[in-house]
């Protein structure tokens, strides 16, 4: 199937990783009956690299292949404050869905194009540990950390208003998010 928009199914793939752990990018494609096209040209790879999902892992035609992970290995913790990044990048944990050792909970969070800085803000995250959404909203002042992310294809507010700091995003709602450290 294809990838999901909020809580809808959509032809978009959108895809937010890291190479390294700490600095995420994202990168954009389609996907159709078990087959992506991803442009990673941002990241500066191939601009329509064409891959298949066999299951349990992503197939690219170059060779390269994903394998899909079911749980996280090793444990998350709590990124320092003070060492934490002033980009908003990186893996996240919701306390209201957080199930320890799933993806149940967890969201990772994006504000680059590929290699590049931009102001739109990209999540994908899950609340069951199994089912993936994705949205999408922006910095309304970078220099405060301050943003707003429209939660509507979940069901939420359409701009809902946070403030990044610290390696933490606080809701207008009181909820806040920990950016993680895997270890």
């Known amino acids: 199937?294809?990838?999901?928009?909020?809580?809808?199914?959509?032809?978009?793939?959108?895809?937010?990783?890291?190479?390294?752990?700490?600095?995420?990018?994202?990168?954009?494609?389609?996907?159709?009956?078990?087959?992506?096209?991803?442009?990673?040209?941002?990241?500066?790879?191939p601009a329509n690299i064409e891959a298949v999902f066999t299951g349990d892992a992503?197939?690219?035609?170059?060779?390269?292949?994903?394998?899909?992970?079911?749980?996280?290995s090793g444990t998350c913790a709590v990124e320092d404050a003070a060492a934490a990044s002033t980009d908003i990048g990186g893996f996240y944990t919701d306390p209201n869905h957080y199930v320890e050792g799933t993806f149940a909970g967890t969201r990772m969070i994006s504000a680059s194009n590929g290699d590049a800085s931009w102001d739109t803000i990209t999540m994908v995250g899950s609340d069951d540990g199994t089912t993936f959404w994705t949205l999408q909203g922006t910095f309304t002042s970078k220099e405060s950390g301050a943003l707003?992310?429209?939660?509507?294809?979940?069901?939420?507010?359409?701009?809902?208003?946070?403030?990044?700091?610290?390696?933490?995003?606080?809701?207008?709602?009181?909820?806040?998010?920990?950016?993680?450290?895997?270890?």
């Not at 294809?2 to 937010?16: F, P, Q, Y």
């Not at 809902?160 to 950016?179: E, H, K, M, V």
């Open 58 to 72: 992503m197939k690219f035609t170059d060779g390269n292949g994903w394998t899909k992970l079911t749980e996280i």
């Open 1 to 45: 199937h294809g990838g999901m928009a909020g809580d809808t199914v959509s032809e978009v793939l959108t895809l937010v990783g890291s190479d390294d752990g700490t600095n995420f990018w994202t990168v954009f494609g389609t996907i159709s009956d078990g087959a992506a096209t991803i442009d990673f040209s941002p990241k500066g790879g």
């Open 148 to 183: 707003v992310i429209d939660f509507s294809p979940k069901g939420g507010p359409s701009d809902l208003t946070g403030t990044f700091s610290d390696g933490r995003i606080t809701w207008q709602d009181g909820n806040y998010w920990a950016r993680q450290m895997l270890s």
